[in-house]
T-cell receptor
Framework: GAVVSQHPSRVICKSGTSVKIECRSL??????MFWYRQFPKKSLMLMAT?????????EQGVEKDKFLINHASLTLSTLTVTSAHPEDSSFYIC??????????FGNGTRLTVT | DQQVKQNSPSLSVQEGRISILNCDYT??????FLWYKKYPAEGPTFLIS?????DKNEDGRFTVFLNKSAKHLSLHIVPSQPGDSAVYFC????????????FGEGTQLTVNP
């Protein structure tokens, strides 16, 4: 069964609004979660590493103020796309490690900004 | 700078035959490699992995081969089944068990009945 749950699966919002995406680890604690973004027919690009109780680590070129990450508990990380614009439309996916097993991914969130 | 490359965007094979998906990497620090399978509008699902200390890992119908000198790995699926049709991503990480992955662009595999 799924070990990482992501919500919502799909969201449509108007330009200028903010959208929050949740990523939960099910039945295990994840001190570290990862946020990826996938453009159509492209690779998954790591955006940031979410660390429980501390600031997220962002990859080069990712705007910290645009993509706010909060990892307030050992089972929940959130990604907030602030003041969304059409170019932010994408497929966002979170992932987490279960012990030393390979990364488990959520089912992703399709964001469409109109 | 694409550190992990899958040069074939698509591959089509007949059911029962072997599917071979290829992946090349440029970063010498990568020491752990994974293959994920992905359906549209879903997250990737882990298939198989290999550490750089090995050159082959097998799990049922799936075998991954690693050629470190060539910085090349491949995924073999045999026999291929229609249900294997999906996008396959190669991924690599450095110094960890599989966190902070760098992905290739993916290869769309279609297995025809």
């Amino acid at each position: 069964g799924a070990v990482v749950s992501q919500h919502p699966s799909r969201v449509i919002c108007k330009s200028g609004t903010s959208v929050k995406i949740e990523c939960r680890s099910l039945d295990f604690q994840a001190t570290t979660m990862f946020w990826y973004r996938q453009f159509p027919k492209k690779s998954l690009m790591l955006m940031a590493t979410s660390n429980e109780g501390s600031k997220a680590t962002y990859e080069q070129g990712v705007e910290k103020d645009k993509f706010l990450i909060n990892h307030a508990s050992l089972t929940l990380s959130t990604l907030t796309v602030t003041s969304a614009h059409p170019e932010d439309s994408s497929f966002y996916i979170c992932s987490a490690n279960l012990l030393n097993s390979p990364l488990h991914f959520g089912n992703g969130t399709r964001l469409t900004v109109t | 700078d694409q550190q992990v490359k899958q040069n074939s965007p698509s591959l089509s094979v007949q059911e029962g035959r072997i599917s071979i998906l290829n992946c090349d990497y440029t970063n010498s620090m990568f020491d752990y490699f994974l293959w994920y399978k992905k359906y549209p509008a879903e997250g990737p699902t882990f298939l198989i992995s290999i550490s750089s200390i090995k050159d082959k890992n097998e799990d049922g119908r799936f075998t991954v081969f690693l050629n470190k000198s060539a910085k090349h790995l491949s995924l073999h699926i045999v026999p291929s089944q229609p249900g294997d049709s999906a996008v396959y991503f190669c991924a690599a990480s450095a110094g960890t068990s599989g966190s902070r992955l760098t992905f290739g662009e993916g290869t769309q595999l279609t297995v025809n009945p």
